[in-house]
């Protein structure tokens, strides 16, 4: 028998349950892409209805009603008016949450009045049991005119039942009601009717949001005309008709409220989450309560990371090794080690941090937190451009800065997203911890102010905040030069706390990991081999000659082939093309106190921050087994041609405000392009984080020298 697939659209209010719900139909049977053109989440997944009958579902992005305000609500308009080319909808599961459930009725009622096969998925009534509210079933079902199935996804009840009305609405079983919900007609009949000669598929609601959105609608010219001069002709007045419109619905909704919906007077016994937000939500104790919060977030995705990015960098070390033992060596064993396997590790030692930090921020979000975070930051944040939701994604930088930027996507307005993605990078990462660590090393002392506090303590603070405030200065600025006309709102709804959802946090946290590895991954390995052709070769016969040296002085009786072979590496990378490039690069850096040698390690270090201590390592010819101490005493007693240290507290100083500010990071840049969908604001991104570290860098070490 011939296996059918059927296509359903889930759809709801924000917090209404439509998560749960996708996850718990679908399993780990899902795919997170992007819809055509907008960097909108695309989940789709699989369920089995019945025996060789399947189902793609689409979670469309929430919606509180049809008439769309942000970019992620016009995903899920276009889709319920027949406008996306990609999706056509066999059946819409609304998801309707039964604590709210006058305000979620809004939506409903628009759907049912397009007369597309609908399905009410009845969620949170035991929520709705807790408020005192008790909801007619069969009643509610019977107003409406489309089946209503009662779900609790968490606890996978009425999932069944669920599936078995989607297959019959699917087979016509189920048909939309011949009345509409409302008069739709009485606002502007003779336009309708007009119209409807074009479009005589349509409801009359739907040939409503025809003439008030059509400009947004794939129509040809022509037909684009013919709407407008319809719209003229009869004096059709858009924002009148949608304010009766939903006046009208509400006074609809009110009747079958008071028909199918029992809900207690109002001085009904305050709920848990009404007592937790007074506490949650204080002005002072608010505020220290969230810090804490975003802190251990913070510092438990550097100490859970830690360890399996510690092994994973172990195991490719084993990997290199073992392959290094039995590969001949030539250039493609030299290829495979140095650049495949190397930009394979710089892919995956980020996966954990990424899966702890979006596992965690679901974990946020499914207990009702993330929304208090985004309220309470909301009037610093919206002081320099940003809103309440940019704080997750710019403390989320600390650790790492891809993940950061990917959180950013739930900021609906696009000004203010593209703002969080543009600083977020400003924040400390984790990978600037190993450069800050050996610089403060070098050129702080080791010793505590009024006895308790260590000055090298509190420099690598100063770094943090330096970042952090800079961050702020730059939203501000740059608000006034991004010229996205897009009018902010910050509508937040506070969801109740509800226990989290462990699967739903396992699922996340495969999805974000597979984004990054697959999508951003492609780029990073083409940088990692585009910076090993640049470190390996020289112009001309360079190398062959630096080669044919060193292996003559080795083979002299009593070499030392082990410094020998050091001093070869170290001379070869200053004379392949990267070396020359740190080389040109010298007189332009010379003014912030750097070497030609901490120019080369600027420019590998571009692969990732960390790269720079390795740089330095072979630089100064110190073996992987010497640590990170003979690495400093090295770097020590490094001298320039006038006798004067390399590095003393002006230029460490300046370095580390450089690597502050730069962009040194081409898994960034990457996800930065992929979120954007253009290579225009990495490039933007690039230029002014390297102008403004140059800056701030020079001005440190004009200062201090």
């Known amino acids: 028998m011939k296996k059918t697939s059927l296509h359903i659209a889930l759809v709801g209010n924000p917090n209404s349950g439509k998560s749960s719900l996708f996850n718990c139909l679908t399993g780990l049977n899902q795919k997170v892409g992007n819809f055509p053109g907008v960097t909108v989440d695309k989940k789709t997944g699989t369920v089995s209805l019945a025996p060789n009958i399947d189902a793609n579902i689409i979670d469309l992005p929430g919606s509180y009603s049809l008439y769309p305000r942000r970019e992620d609500e016009w995903v899920s308009y276009r ?43 009845l969620s949170m009534m035991d929520l709705a049991r807790s408020k005192g509210i008790k909801i007619d079933v069969a009643s509610l079902e019977r107003e409406l005119g489309v089946p209503v199935v009662v779900i609790n996804p968490r606890k996978n009840k009425g999932i069944a039942e669920l599936k078995k009305t989607i297959l019959l609405t699917s087979q016509q079983q189920y048909k939309a009601p011949l009345l509409d919900f409302i008069d739709n007609k009485a606002a502007a009949p003779e336009t309708i009717n007009e119209l409807k000669q074009h479009f005589p598929e349509l409801s009359d609601y739907a040939a409503i949001h025809y003439l008030i959105n059509h400009e947004n609608f794939s129509f040809n010219s022509a037909m684009q005309e013919s709407v ?121 030692v980020f996966v954990p941090q990424i899966m702890i930090l979006f596992g965690l921020i679901t974990l946020l979000e499914d207990s009702g937190y993330m929304a208090r975070i985004s309220f309470l930051s909301d009037k610093l944040m919206r002081s320099v451009g940003l809103n309440g939701k940019s704080v997750m994604p710019m403390i989320s930088g600390f650790a790492c800065a891809v993940p950061a930027i990917m959180s950013a996507r739930n900021i609906e307005n696009k000004k203010e997203r593209l703002l969080t993605i543009l600083i977020t990078p400003l924040m400390s990462c984790s990978a600037r911890l190993p450069v800050y660590t050996i610089l403060i090393g070098l050129v702080i002392p080791n010793k505590n102010l009024l006895g308790f506090l260590n000055l090298q303590g509190l420099v690598m603070m100063g770094l943090y905040l330096l970042g952090l405030v800079m961050a702020l200065v730059v939203s501000y600025v740059a608000k006034w030069f991004i010229n996205i006309k897009e009018k902010s709102f910050f509508i937040l709804e506070l969801p109740t706390y509800r226990s989290p959802r462990w699967s739903n946090m396992i699922t996340t946290m495969i999805n974000k990991a597979k984004i990054f590895v697959f999508d951003a991954g492609k780029i990073i390995m083409i940088i990692s081999l585009i910076l090993w052709g640049l470190s390996s070769f020289g112009p001309g016969n360079t190398m062959q000659k630096i080669t044919t040296q060193y292996e003559q002085r080795m083979a002299a009786p009593g070499a030392d082939t082990v410094l020998l072979s050091r001093e070869m590496q170290t001379e070869k990378l200053e004379h392949s093309y990267a070396g020359i490039m740190g080389k040109a690069i010298e ?49 020590k007693e490094a001298k320039r041609p006038d006798g004067s240290p390399v590095f003393n507290l002006a230029s460490g100083l300046s370095l580390m405000v450089f690597y502050v500010f730069a962009m040194q990071c081409m898994s960034t840049l990457a996800v930065v392009k992929r979120e954007t969908k253009t290579w225009k604001w990495p490039i933007i991104q690039l230029l002014y984080m390297t102008g403004l570290a140059y800056l701030m860098s020079w001005i440190f070490y004009q200062f201090l020298k």
């Open 228 to 348: 407008e001069q319809i719209e003229v002709k009869n004096n059709f007045n858009p924002t009148k008709t949608q304010a009766e419109e939903i006046l009208s619905r509400f006074n609809r909704i009110k009747q079958i409220m008071q028909l199918s919906v029992d809900e207690p007077g109002p001085l009904q016994k305050k709920l848990f989450t009404e007592k937790l937000d007074n506490v949650l939500l204080h002005r002072k104790w608010g505020y220290l309560i969230m810090l804490g919060v975003l802190f251990l977030l913070f510092q438990s995705v550097f100490w859970l990371a830690q360890y399996p990015m510690e092994w994973i960098d172990l195991g490719f070390l084993k990997l290199n090794q073992g392959l290094s033992s039995f590969l001949p060596e030539n250039r493609w064993t030299d290829l495979l080690l140095n650049g495949i396997v190397a930009g394979l590790n710089g892919i995956l």
């Open 79 to 121: 889709v319920m008016m027949g406008q996306d080319e990609t999706l056509k909808a066999d059946v819409v599961v609304a998801v309707a949450d039964a604590s709210n459930l006058k305000r979620n009725l809004l939506y409903c009622s628009q759907l049912i009045d397009l007369k597309i096969p609908v399905v009410i998925a």
């Open 587 to 635: 007189p332009a850096i010379a003014p912030l106190g750097f070497d030609w040698k901490i120019g080369i390690a600027l420019i590998t270090s571009f692969a990732a921050r960390e790269v720079f201590v390795g740089t330095m390592a072979t630089l100064y010819s110190v073996g992987d087994g010497d640590e990170d101490l003979m690495l400093k005493e090295k770097m």
